[in-house]
Structure formats: C-alpha cells, structure tokens
C-alpha cells in the first residue's frame, strides 16, 4: 500500500482526507507533521497516525512515498518543492501557491522528478458534475453557451481563521473558492476560460481588506460565456451550477459541496429528465485516482497543469477586480 506523510495537522485532513487515503486499503498514513510539536502528537493520537513530527526535514525523512499538503498557502510552494527533491508523490490543496508563477516552479519541478503530482480539486471527483460533463460532451444540450455558478456559502465558524484575516497566508473567497469555479467550469465544460471581469467586496466578515464575496464573469475560448459567484457571508443561498446550450439545459442543484449530494435535471424539448449519478465520496474517488495514477494507469483527476489554469484563472480575477478592468487568462503551458 502506499505510505502517505500528512504535511498540515489541518481541518480538511482531518474531516476528509484521512479517511479517503485509508478508503480503499490502498493508503495508510505513516506520519503528520505540525509546526507545533504537541498539537502534531494530539492530531496524530486523535487520529490513529503512528508517528508524529514537527519539522518537515523528519517529514520527508520518514519511511513514505507520497505527502498530502494541506497547510495554509503561503507554505505549499516550498513544502511541495522539498517533497518533490525528496522523489516523493505530491498531492497538493488548492490554491497550488500564491502565485501561478510558483505554481509552475511547483509543476516544472514534479515533471523533471518523475514523481506524480496533484491539485485537490475535489469537484471533479463529484458525480454531479461527471455526469453534466458526461451529457455535454455527448451532445445532449447541443452547443453550450452560457453557465451559471452559484458557489457563495456561509464559511462556518471553526474556519473564520486565517482566510479572513491573513493576506500573507493567501486568504480571501478568490483563493479560497473561486480556484474551485474556475476548474469546475473547464472540467464540465471540456472549455478553458480566456478572460475575466470581477467585482469583489468585504460584506462584513474578512478583514485586513480582504474580500469575502465574488463576481465574476468569464469568456471561454469557444465562445461561451459565464458567471460564477463566490462568498463567505451568504448563509441561505444554496450551491448550484447550470449549463445552458442550443438544445438544452443542465441545471444543478446543491453540488457546489464536499459531500455526494445534490440533483441534476436536464431539460430539453422532451421535457425535464433527472440524471442519475454515482455517490462516491468524493475525496475518496480523488484518492483511488491518485493511487492509480502511482501505479502508472493514469493521471491524478486533477493535474499540476490544472491547479496553475484555476490559480491562474484566480489571480486574473484578483487583478480585474483591482483594476476594474477585464484581465485575460494565460497559464503559459
Ligand atoms: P486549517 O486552518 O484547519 O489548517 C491549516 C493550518 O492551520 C494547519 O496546517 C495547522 O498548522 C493550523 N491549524 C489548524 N487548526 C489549528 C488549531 N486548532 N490551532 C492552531 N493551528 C491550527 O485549514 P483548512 O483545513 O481549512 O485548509 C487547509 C488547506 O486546505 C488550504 O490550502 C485550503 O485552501 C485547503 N482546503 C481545501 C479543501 C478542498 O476541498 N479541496 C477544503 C478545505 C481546505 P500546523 O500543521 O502547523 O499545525
């Protein structure tokens, strides 16, 4: 099986990916590393992880193959370069870095390695969405035109840390959700987004003139265009995802999540046709790719050159909001 290091004693590991890694018996956790050396040994006895560590120098020293990296931001440029040096397997949370010109170090980096790299962009792993870019792909809304995301939540209170307060630490609903829309958004559509105009605010809840809300419009290179709304302040709005084409409409409900969950209707001129869709587990499907990505049979569901398009996608978004103008994508790949 493989021996994963956790590099991050942080929420979402905790919540989602130690038991995805250990999902299919395909993974076992071997060690955590804190930068705090009792909350490593807590994390690591509250959650059956036999070794304990609180420098990432005994991280990568340690007997594993891969690291899962779910720290703060600002930390996942040089974790993931050292892990990397150390010919070790990343998987790497969104946002990959601060910047997409250190998420491509990041990716230059793992090719040269030979190591398999990954972005955590959960929503692919997502039935929901496989199946709309299952039904899009075979034709049956004929030409997409427009989409609609709708990705703005309430951020729960154990989380009102460093993404509203911490710029340095890449905080902010941008970073946080919007990376999301953007890769869901090509995912589904098979469609990579060319250009952005946002408007960002601070609605009350992020501070150190941090946003916590988003809108953005995007133009895809077929010509498509769409809409995605991100935020953190929003508590009774409800996810959705809708594609809008020739001869019909996909139109989502709930699936902006981390859970399987959620409808998808298709209507056309036939009338209204619920799809259904499997309901794995999300980040467990994510792992169960990852392990066979190791294994040589394919790629991770989300790849290094996936995480630098949605940060890419992210920063132009950032920079339109700043300027006021419409900023074009470039991932330069
Ligand atoms: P957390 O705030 O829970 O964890 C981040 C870091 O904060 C940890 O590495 C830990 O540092 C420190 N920390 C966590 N809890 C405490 C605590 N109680 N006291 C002191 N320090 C603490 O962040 P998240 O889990 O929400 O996010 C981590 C990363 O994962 C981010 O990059 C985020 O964008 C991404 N993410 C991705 C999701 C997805 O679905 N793909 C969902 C949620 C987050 P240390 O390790 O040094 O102890």
Not at 40 to 51: C, M, Q, S, V
Not at 100 to 122: E, L, P, Q, W, Y
Not at 220 to 236: C, D, P, R, V
Not at 303 to 326: F, H, R
Request: one cysteine or more; charged letters at 20%.
């Amino acid at each position: 099986s493989v021996r994963w290091g956790l590099i991050g004693a942080s929420t979402i590991a905790r919540q989602f990916m130690i038991n995805a890694i250990r999902a299919q018996g395909e993974g076992e956790i071997a060690a955590v590393m804190s930068s705090n050396p009792e909350r490593a040994t807590a994390y690591a006895r509250e959650n059956n992880i036999p070794l304990a560590v609180s420098t990432l120098d005994a991280l990568l020293g340690a007997d594993i193959d891969a690291v899962y990296i779910s720290t703060t931001n600002e930390l996942h440029l040089e974790q993931a370069l050292a892990a990397i040096e150390a010919g070790k397997h990343v998987l790497c949370e969104k946002p990959l870095a601060l910047t997409s010109a250190d998420a491509r170090r990041m990716v230059a980096a793992a090719k040269v390695a030979g190591i398999v790299f990954g972005t955590n962009h959960h929503l692919r792993n997502a039935g929901a969405h496989r199946a709309m870019r299952d039904a899009i792909a075979a034709g049956r809304i004929g030409k997409p035109i427009a989409a609609r995301v709708f990705h703005s939540v309430y951020l729960p209170d154990n989380l009102q840390g460093w993404r509203i307060t911490k710029p340095e630490a890449g905080g902010g609903v941008v970073l946080d959700i919007t990376v999301h829309d953007a890769d869901t958004l090509r995912f589904v559509l098979g469609d990579d987004p060319v250009e952005v105009s946002a408007f960002t605010q601070s609605a009350g809840m992020a501070g150190s003139g941090l946003e916590d809300g988003a809108m953005c419009i995007w133009r895809f290179k077929s010509g498509l265009i769409a809409q995605s709304h991100e935020g953190f302040t929003t508590k009774f709005a409800g996810t959705g995802f809708e594609v809008h084409g020739s001869e019909g409409s996909l139109i989502a409900s709930n699936v902006m999540t981390q859970k399987p969950v959620g409808s998808v209707l298709l209507r056309t001129a036939n009338g209204e046709e619920e799809l259904s869709f499997d309901r794995e587990d999300l980040y467990a499907r994510s792992l169960r790719q990852f392990h066979a990505a190791i294994r040589g049979d394919c790629q991770p569901s989300a790849t290094g050159e996936d995480g630098i398009w949605s940060l890419t996608a992210a920063e132009a978004a950032l920079q339109s909001a700043n300027s006021g103008k419409a900023v074009k994508i470039d991932p330069k790949l």
